[in-house]
Every structure is written in C-alpha cells, then in structure tokens.
C-alpha cells in the first residue's frame, strides 16, 4: 500500500482545560480528498492550525509519508509540502493578480542595485499556471480584488500547486459562495486531486463534500464522531449525522405543532 500523505493518529489539543480536540484521526493520500465536517465549534479551525503547523498538537501522532512529525510553524509545514488555503486567500485586494500569486515570493532579476522584480516572468507564469489548472482569466494585470469569490479560490488554489504543494488544506472554500461559483471551486479541488496532490477539504456541507470526497471524517465538540469511505455512506446518512442525527430528530419533535386549543373566552361567548 501507498504510504498516506499525511496521516493523524488520536491526536489531541488542549488549551489549559478546555478540550479544543480530542482523539481525531484521519487519512491523507496522494490523489485523494478527504473531507473533514462539522458545525462550528466542532473544532475543524483546530485541526487545520495543526495540520498548516501553527499550533503542536498534545497527544497523539502526525505523519507526514510515514515519519512522525511535530511541525514547529507554517513555515516547516510548507517546507513538508503541506499548503494551506484560509477563507481570506491571504490576497491583497488592490494588486494585480500575477502579484498576488507570487506574494511572498518574487523573483527578482539583475544583481547589486540593479535587482528588480521579474515582472515579465511573473506575468507569464501565472498566466500559463492558471491555465493548466483550466482557469482562463481575462486579464493577470486586473487587480485580484475584481474576480469573483470562486476565481480568487481558484488562484489561490493554482499558487498552492505551482510552489510545490503535495498536500493543500482549503479551509471552507465554498462557505461564501453562490451554487455556481462553488461548482467552480470544487472543479478546481478535483482537477489538484487529479493532479495527485492530497487534499483536505474543511466543509460543513455535507453535499458539496458528497460530489469530490474519497474519505469522510465528521467532528462534533472537539471529538471524532465518525469516520467513512466513499461508497461505505450516503449522502442521506452523512447529512444525518452532520445535522445530530437523534438531536435533529428530538428537536423536529419539540417543535411540532400542539393541536390548536381554543382561545381563551371562547366557550363563554358561544354559551352567551
């Protein structure tokens, strides 16, 4: 067998003492998507600042391609392979889009004081990236701020796999996102899965994660309620359980309607 990408084994995260995640376990192979759901508060923020290397976990273990590891920061995180997409894309709204995708890393041309920025080559190879992930921009001199929610996904997502990403952590990619944008984003996190990275895809929406996931891990309050492979549920059962399954149940319950009583005085204006 393949060995996984990255791979949890009960791991834990304390803040003094409040459990923020407890017993988690999860999967991450080359070319494959593995969803992790749940509410808010089910501690799924948590488990990225571990993955992305931002806080250390207390108990447990993390693999990365089998050999255990305590990421120190984003930086060693990065260094491993592993990138992670936040909500806000970490774009700057006013700067061009080859800027955006190069942020952080420039390359520069000439030496002494003659260095500058490569523009000529940052400008041609975001062009030629985004197109081979399939996206066909109009313009990579348009501020970045002009594209929509799911073509700044889709950049940010292009950037992650040209700089070396063989595992991308997309934090609700589809959370402010209208039906047909997130048909976009998630086209693009098939085409990296395609590409043979492992990615992790955060979601509290059991469809979207249904249309691309391989594996399925659900969080509630910080624990590991479930855990599934494609095939092995249906999207009915995983809506169930994203949803509280009996908790869901016993609130349709209360909030039956009572079989309507009659208004008070109503039996003495009849008798009158």
């Known amino acids: 067998m393949t060995t996984p990408l ?15 995640l407890e017993g988690v376990s999860l999967t ?10 749940g509410d808010n508060g089910a501690g799924k923020s948590t488990l990225i600042k571990i993955i992305a290397g931002l806080h250390r976990h207390d108990a447990g273990s993390l693999r990365i391609e089998g050999e255990e590891t305590v990421l120190g920061n984003p930086r060693e995180a990065l260094d491993r392979g592993i990138a992670t997409v936040y909500q806000d894309l970490a774009v700057v709204p006013l700067m061009p889009v080859w800027r955006n995708f190069f942020l952080g890393s420039e390359p520069v041309r000439g030496k002494g004081p003659f260095r500058r920025l490569d523009v000529g080559l940052m400008r041609a190879t975001t062009r030629s990236e985004l197109l081979r992930m399939g996206i066909d921009l109009r313009d990579v001199d348009q501020p970045i701020g ?7 996904q889709c950049v ?4 992650a796999v040209y700089f070396g990403a063989r595992v991308l952590v997309l934090d609700e990619p589809t959370a402010a996102l209208g039906v047909k944008q997130s048909g976009v ?7 990296a899965r395609d590409a043979g990275l492992g990615v992790v895809l955060i979601t509290h929406n059991p469809h979207h994660a249904s249309l691309v996931g391989d594996r399925f891990v659900l969080l509630k309050r910080g624990a590991m309620v479930a855990a599934h492979t494609r095939g092995a549920v249906t999207l009915d059962e995983l809506t169930r359980q994203m949803a509280g399954g009996s908790e869901l149940e016993d609130l349709a319950h209360e909030l039956e309607r009572s079989p309507a009583s009659p208004p008070a005085g109503a039996d003495r204006a009849e008798d009158a």
Do not use: H
């Open 185 to 191: 984003v998630l086209k693009y996190v098939a085409a």
């Open 28 to 37: 991450v192979g080359a070319g494959e998507i593995t969803c992790v759901l």
């Open 6 to 20: 990255v791979e949890l084994d009960g791991v834990s995260k304390y803040y003094g003492n409040i459990r923020a």
């Open 146 to 152: 002009t594209l929509s929610g799911g073509e700044r």
């Open 156 to 159: 940010a997502i292009a950037r």
